[in-house]
């Protein structure tokens, strides 16, 4: 496994061609996991390999909440549809 280190990193960032990187994926991976940066060159491109956060399996790129999903949790009162006075207006 080539190694390639910055001077401010000092032995803590890998960086690795895409075909080596795939031989070693698994040692790679533990690497991230235990908090090395991971990088994959592919051509003139480097990639990061990050674990993705407990919390958010998925990195926090999968689906948003839709519509609808505060319903039943909110109540607008009657009084949001009634019209304003020309106090509440400021006249």
């Not at 674990?51 to 790129?61: F, I, K, L, V, Y």
């Not at 948003?64 to 319903?71: D, H, Q």
């Amino acid at each position: 496994m080539a190694v390639s280190l910055a001077p401010c990193y000092a032995a803590a960032m890998i960086t690795l061609e895409l075909h080596q990187a795939q031989s070693d994926l698994l040692a790679l991976a533990e690497k991230a996991l235990g908090g090395e940066d991971v990088f994959i060159a592919v051509g003139a491109r480097r990639l990061r390999l990050v674990p993705a956060s407990p919390e958010e399996p998925d990195g926090g790129t999968g689906p948003r909440p839709g519509r609808g999903v505060l319903r039943g949790l909110l109540t607008i009162p009657d009084a949001f549809y009634e019209p304003w006075t020309d106090e509440e207006m400021g006249e």
